[in-house]
């Protein structure tokens, strides 16, 4: 069968769009092909800089002929219905259709509609200008004379000739006949740029592929890549060196050459100095280039490793020389930026934080750095850090951010610090926490280990997670502009890889605290929000009506309720405290009060921090008592209340998510969250561990049964009765051995378990749990639950309740799934 | 080409190379214009490319213009920044189907054999902010140096480009550097002449890099700079106002005197912003005013005689 050749030929394409274009060329011509019943065999796509290319394989020369039969009305239906028949069917009288005879419901007309297959070169010529005038290219252009017109062709740089032939192997193939914007399909193209720019003509794809690389083109990208990735070891090898391979830039390279030419150059050795990092981010992102490592040592060396795009007449030395200076004048100004950023100490770059927005919400970098640091010190005892190191790490973790070589390769931040902070003598685990508070960045980076990293790090996510929270900007759909769900899985490893026992809405507590001083808080304190109102300004909004202050202050309506007495009062009224209107004004004056009441008590959260570096007061923690107050009172203590739920909601999914992804049960997560008041991450995950291996024994097994089951019948009863079935059993209402059994057991279970819980052995509670199995199978099977004495049948039902609240000590098993 | 005298070879002679490129341009079909007489921050800012790129009227031109980034200032000290540079800018409209063979003939034209050098059309599109201009293109390498930008213009002035011209801009100290094989900018030979008679890039230019430095960063009067701003964007919608031929606003007779006024805006802007005395958010909104004053000029330029179809 035919094959198809198909080839663009434009101006470079950049390198970062070729697999996907190629990709997106092979998709829509065979897709379309499917759509017309052209099957075809096979299909492969290619891209260099300056072509895409396609070859189809075993193609039908033909589409195969339609025949149809179309069901019309009954022979005779009204005329409207005989015609719209015709119509639709293309028949030219109704003497052209058939008639079906139905005794039943009455003769009918039947098309017999035959479409003969086109030729698939008409139907490549119809579908392939179309493909390339909607081609989905991420940016497009116009161009030339024709750009001038409305409807002129979009290519994603300019378009200057197109393959297209179709053909069987044996003979001469046929050019599909089409134009796109005054650009006819034809059989021909162009070698390489500079090697061999003469036009070349193909029949077929082999003989295309084939006169393609003697004219100094690799249309394959993985043969490029091949090429790039073999010259470039062997050129290291050969000087005992080894090159530092790079997948990413390896892709890239691969797409700015047609024939790679590997060369190696060096650089004078006084760059060595800088850091490996710093010298291979410039001369990876700047000039594309590999660097090289001697194997011993694992260190850079003053090598480099270029691919240019010809075989040069000099063999490569005017190349290498440019690209030496080229690469001599980068890393000089990297040298230079590296050291004068040495000249300043971190910690004098501070300053300037508070002039940098971190989010208009949530204030600057200079707040957020002080958050992150008393959450960190609070965090120092619970993974067992010194506290001094984690509140230096923490203040200096930012600061690289303002470095010249960290504003020059963003993606040395941290390491940046790691660097700097050695280098002003600041202790080992204090510096490695500039790089490590940033991880772990993804589900397969490394999870820091070193307690003053641990602490900083999940200060650093924590604080992230209740802010963004805190005004609402929470992550929907695809939509994590924040990379929250990153945060979180980040503070779920922190937490599971280093054994923390941490109760989490304690920390969030700490965390929003933390946020309602240093971020929400006005400049001259909440009390200044009282005197802001004013409905006649242009947004007729207020400040305090900002969410991130409704949070609190409306947290249980209260806003809602009283807005417009709240506004009332504040603007004044001319009629106030006359007579009549003494019930109104006493009703905005109470409104009002309170409204200056709860400002007054968010103002109390500045206190502690105001004294804190003030002695004795210092020795207290401004964090802990600061939430002290805010727990205290019921209106702040109920938004604190409500965000942590849902933060810790947000946490039950990541971790459903991670478990799943090892294999675990996730339905268990939900078993243990129903419990309530399960904030320790720790915990739960040991919880689900013992529970997952209790159910998949045999006693796990019958017990989930057994519960299951009790839990159906109780619910079928208690919806027939409309009432529940709590309390405690009544031992004189025992009437069969097995009950008594079942209530005993229950009651030493409970006891068990629970004891075992407290000790936190939870395999313990676990194998408590198991000795309920034969009491529980005896009871089901000798006990008629629904006893005809209305008093014995409550009593039973009790006692299933009681199964059911037994198992509560571990799992709420009705969450599991069976 | 071999009756050029060394003293004249763009390989040892800055002024060759800009003589040479304009020769080039010249021989192609281009009028080659003089630099504009206004302090601007690119070859793109001249009339003569961000008007003239609009319309449907043919275009082809070439010219030098000094630009100014007050913020790159470096007190000469940095071998390859400055805060005065030249740019050769050629603009063609329409962009003609050969223009990447046209620019690579003027790279040979200035001693650039491409059997011998590895040159590279590495993806950079283009945008400025300010004029309201974006275009898709290339940043071109010779042997991993960018040595010039090449782009077709798809918008200018937040009109579209109809039909599309293709822009040149040639980096000259840089690409001088390169052919005359310095590290630095102020050890460029200008006149490509020897001994007494040579005469350093540095000997015109390294006093004006100091007091242009000193003044953008330290000195510049920024009380009067804000008052020339307000001004300059004033006198610019007064003379968009007052173009206007007809109440149908049909015909523009004051494109050209306006856009002189956005232009000194936008310096004005560039020497405040290097005194850092506009901060993060009203940078975006003085960059914002800048670009709705291009936009508007380039509203009147399509009105204007050279910008209309007729």
Redesign the interface.
């Known amino acids: 069968m035919p094959d198809l050749l198909l080839e663009l030929f434009s ?2 394409i ?3 769009m070729q697999a996907k274009a190629a990709d997106d060329l092979r998709r829509m011509v065979t897709d379309r092909l499917v759509a017309e019943g052209l099957v075809y065999e096979g299909a492969k796509a290619f891209a260099t ?1 300056r072509r895409l290319a396609l070859t189809v394989h075993g193609i039908p020369a033909r589409q195969s002929d339609l025949k149809e039969e179309r069901r019309g009305p009954r022979v005779g239906g009204p005329d409207a219905a005989i015609q719209g028949f015709l119509k639709a069917t293309g028949l030219a009288s109704i003497e052209e259709a058939k008639i079906q005879r139905d005794p039943k419901k009455g003769d009918f007309y039947i098309a017999l509609i035959e479409k003969p297959g086109r030729a698939t070169l008409d139907v490549l010529a119809e579908v392939l200008p179309v493909i390339i005038r909607t081609f989905p290219w991420p ?11 409305p409807g002129a062709l979009q290519w ?3 378009l ?1 000739a197109i393959i297209a032939t179709f053909g069987l192997e044996t003979e001469e193939t046929d050019v599909v006949s089409f134009a796109v914007d005054g650009l006819e399909a034809g059989r021909t193209t162009r070698g390489h740029r ?1 090697m061999a720019p003469a036009e070349i003509t193909v029949r077929r794809f082999e003989d295309y592929e084939a006169k393609l690389l003697d004219a100094k083109v690799v249309l394959d990208p993985e043969r490029r890549k091949d090429v790039i990735r073999t010259d470039a070891k062997t050129l290291a090898q050969a000087q005992n060196f080894e090159l530092v391979e790079d997948q990413v830039l390896l892709d890239e390279v691969a797409g ?2 047609e024939w790679p030419v590997v060369l190696m150059g060096s650089f004078d050795e006084e760059f060595l100095s800088i850091p490996d990092e710093v010298i291979r981010a410039t001369i990876r992102n700047n ?1 594309k ?1 590999f660097v090289v490592s001697d194997p011993g040592t694992r260190k850079l060396t003053n090598k480099f490793i ?1 691919t ?3 075989e ?3 063999g490569g030395k ?2 290498v ?3 030496e ?5 980068r890393l ?1 100004d990297a040298k230079y930026f590296y050291e004068s950023d040495l000249k300043t100490k971190l910690e004098a770059r501070l300053p300037k934080f508070d ?3 971190f989010h208009e919400k949530l204030g600057t970098q200079g707040a957020r750095i002080k958050r992150i640091e008393r959450l960190a010190a609070e965090i120092a005892p619970l993974v067992g850090a010194d506290v001094e190191k984690v509140k230096r790490a923490a203040h200096l973790a930012k600061a690289d951010l303002l470095t010249e070589v960290v504003g020059e390769f963003p993606e040395l931040q941290g390491l940046m610090g790691k660097y700097y902070a050695l280098a002003q003598g600041e202790d080992a685990s204090v510096a490695a926490a500039s790089e490590e508070h940033y991880k772990p960045q993804g589900p397969a980076d490394r999870v820091p280990t070193d307690p003053v990293s641990v602490a900083v790090s999940l200060a650093d996510k924590i604080d992230t997670l209740m802010g963004f929270w805190a005004i609402d900007e929470k992550p929907t759909g695809s939509k994590d502009p924040f990379a929250l769900r990153r945060a979180a899985l980040g503070v779920i490893r922190l937490v599971l890889s280093n054994s923390v026992r941490a109760s989490l809405s304690d920390l969030f507590f700490k965390a929003i605290t933390l946020a309602v001083y240093f971020s929400f808080r006005p400049e001259h304190g909440y009390s200044q929000l009282a005197a802001t109102w004013d409905p006649q300004t242009e947004d007729g909004a207020a400040e305090w009506t900002e969410p991130r202050y409704m949070l609190f202050l409306n947290s249980d309506g209260f806003i809602d309720r009283n807005r417009d007495l709240i506004g009332m009062h504040q603007i004044g009224n001319p009629d106030l405290g006359s007579h009549e209107d003494e019930d109104k004004y006493t009703e905005r004056a109470e409104a009002y009060e309170e409204f200056n009441r709860r400002l007054s008590r968010l103002e109390a959260v500045a206190g502690p921090f105001m004294f804190e570096s003030v002695p004795p007061l210092a020795q207290f923690s401004a964090v802990s008592n600061a939430t002290e107050r805010l727990s205290s009172e019921e209106f702040t203590k109920l938004a604190m209340d409500t965000l942590t739920a849902d933060l810790l909601s947000f946490f039950a999914d990541r971790l459903k998510v991670q478990l799943r992804e090892q294999g675990a049960r996730h339905d268990l997560v939900d078993a243990v969250f129903a419990l309530g008041d399960q904030d320790d991450l720790l915990m739960v995950v040991r919880r689900v561990e013992a529970l997952g291996k209790f159910l998949d024994s045999d006693d796990g097994k019958n017990l989930l049964a057994g519960t299951k089951r009790a839990s159906n019948i109780l619910s079928i009863e208690e919806k027939k009765d409309k009432r529940s079935f709590d309390g405690t059993p009544d031992a004189a209402l025992y009437r069969l051995h097995e009950e008594k059994v079942l209530a005993k057991a229950i009651g030493e279970v409970k006891a068990e378990a629970g004891a075992a819980v407290a000790r936190e052995d939870f395999a313990g509670a676990m194998s408590a749990m198991a000795k309920l199995r034969p009491a529980v199978d005896a009871f089901f099977d000798k006990v008629k639950v629904n006893d005809d004495d209305a008093k014995v049948r409550e009593n039973r039902l009790k006692l299933l309740n009681e199964i059911r609240a037994a198992t509560r000590a571990v799992a709420d098993f009705s969450k599991i799934q069976d | 080409m071999d009756a050029i005298p060394p003293h004249m070879r763009p390989e040892r002679s800055f002024q060759g190379l800009i003589l040479t490129l304009q020769r080039y341009w010249a021989d192609y079909g281009c009028v080659i214009l003089q630099p504009y007489d206004m302090e601007v921050g690119a070859g793109t800012f001249h009339p003569a490319t961000t008007l003239r790129a609009l319309g ?1 009227k043919r275009w082809n031109a070439a010219y030098v213009q000094p630009s100014r980034r007050p913020k790159d200032g470096r007190y000469g000290e940095n ?2 920044r400055l805060q005065h540079y030249y740019q050769f800018q050629v603009i063609l409209k ?4 050969d223009l ?1 063979e046209l620019y690579l003939k003027s790279l040979a034209a200035i001693g650039i054999d ?10 950079d ?1 283009w945008e400025s902010p300010t004029l309201g201009a974006w ?4 940043e071109c390498w ?4 960018e040595v010039s930008q090449f782009t ?1 213009f ?1 918008q200018v002035a937040g009109v579209e ?4 011209a ?1 822009e040149l801009t040639y980096g000259l100290e840089r690409l001088a550097c ?1 052919l005359q094989g310095v ?1 630095r900018i102020m050890d460029l030979n200008f006149n490509g002449r020897d001994g007494d008679e040579k005469v350093l890039y540095s000997e015109i230019f390294l006093q004006a890099e100091q007091e242009y430095s000193r003044h953008n960063f330290e000195y510049a009067d920024t009380a009067m700079l804000f008052d020339q701003f307000r001004m300059a964007e004033g006198a610019c919608r007064k003379y968009l106002e007052d173009g206007w031929k007809g109440s149908d606003r049909k015909e523009h007779l004051m494109a050209l005197p306006a856009y002189d006024q956005c232009i000194k805006a936008s310096h004005v802007f560039n020497l405040l912003d290097a005194r850092g005395v506009i ?3 009203e940078r975006q909104s003085y960059i914002m005013r800048v670009r709705e004053l291009a936009k508007a000029c380039g509203e009147a330029w399509v009105h204007a005689e050279a910008g209309r179809a007729s």
């Open positions: 101006e470079e950049p390198a970062r800089p940016k497009s252009m116009r161009w030339g004379e024709r750009s001038g017109k994603v740089r300019p200057h500079f700015l050459v000039q280039c270029l240019a795009n010809i040069a007449s000099d005017a190349i020389s440019g690209n200076r080229v690469i001599r004048a000089s002039n940098i927005v | 449907p071998p390859n329409p962009s003609p189907s990447q491409s059997a011998l050098h590895d040159i590279r059309f590495v993806e599109d275009g898709l293109g290339w010779c042997d991993g140096m077709y798809q480009c109809a039909p599309v293709g390169y590290d901060s993060v958010t």
